[in-house]
């Protein structure tokens, strides 16, 4: 049995829609797709994807802002959204809502065990704004303690979505240029270094700050192994898509058993700038 599992932040479900999404959906082996910064109403979503797919989102409450979905192949009757949770617990005001949803598939790996899907859209920050840092890091504080909580009854986890931080040097083209901008503060990095760490009780992070580390696997590092890229985002302003010179900040962070079952991971570049309908590009992954 195989399962796939794509993720991507849409920059707009309305505008992606009329670039060409569409094409794309018909396209990818994806049994799941996970979305990000929807900026849509829920009642839109389900003509937005197209038929084939059954849909939940959680939209902002800061119109035209963010928003996250869940969207499943209706065809295949062991993909259900059976259970979804909006929001993160603990973090209710404008600023954090449409960032976080849940859903909890039933055995879809065959496995006798459920697997919760988790769309994630962080808080992209900014330096010269000193409280967007303060509400990313109220974020990731609570999101660590909710990653814990899932965890813990034996289900599988996994994380997907536009988490705003490059973790390391191989996932941002012009890592020196950017040490000191948000998204690849050392603070926002030990973040990821406590939650991929296993070196012991004790994981020392980039940010100079120590923690536990939880465990968690970046099932597409996992896969493709050490190097440059590849980049999932790029910005707009001149010729970073052709040039490649892009951020890798969107991810699939799963348990280790499920990690373990990861047989592909890709990111769908779009062949060209004209042709793309996001400024993010999906990441796909399957598990057997």
């Not at 994630?120 to 990731?140: I, R, V, W």
């Not at 892009?246 to 890709?266: C, E, M, N, V």
Request: aromatic share 8%; with cysteine.
């Amino acid at each position: 049995m195989t399962f796939t599992l794509a993720t991507v932040n849409v920059n707009g479900l309305r505008a992606a829609a009329r670039k060409g999404m569409g094409d794309w959906l018909a396209e990818t082996p994806a049994d799941v797709v996970t979305l990000q910064e929807v900026r849509a109403p829920e009642e839109l979503l389900a003509d937005l994807v197209g038929e084939g797919w059954r849909i939940v989102g959680l939209p902002s409450e800061l119109k035209g802002r963010a928003g996250v979905a869940i969207a499943a192949r209706t065809e295949l009757d062991s993909i259900d959204l059976d259970g979804v949770r909006a929001g993160l617990p603990g973090l209710t005001e404008p600023t954090h809502t449409g960032r976080w949803l849940e859903a909890d598939l039933a055995d879809p790996l065959g496995d006798g065990r459920t697997l919760t899907v988790i769309s994630c859209y962080m808080h992209s920050g900014n330096t010269e704004k000193p409280q967007t840092m303060t509400d990313k890091y109220a974020f990731l504080d609570v999101m660590m303690q909710r990653l814990a909580d899932l965890r813990s009854d034996g289900r599988h986890v996994v994380l997907t979505g536009d988490l705003n931080i490059a973790h390391t040097e191989w996932d941002i083209k012009n890592w020196k240029g950017n040490l000191k901008s948000a998204g690849f503060l050392p603070e926002e990095r030990a973040y990821l270094d406590r939650l991929v760490g296993t070196d012991g009780p004790t994981v020392r992070a980039e940010g100079g700050g120590t923690g536990d580390g939880a465990d968690w696997v970046d099932v597409q590092r996992r896969v493709v192994g050490e190097g440059p890229g590849p980049y999932t985002w790029w910005s707009q302003r001149g010729k970073a898509f052709d040039n490649d010179s892009g951020w890798r900040i969107d991810y699939q962070l799963a348990d280790p058993d499920l990690a373990a079952r990861a047989t592909s991971a890709q990111v769908d570049r779009a062949p060209s700038y004209d042709t793309r309908w996001s400024d993010h590009a999906p990441l796909v992954i399957s598990f057997s």
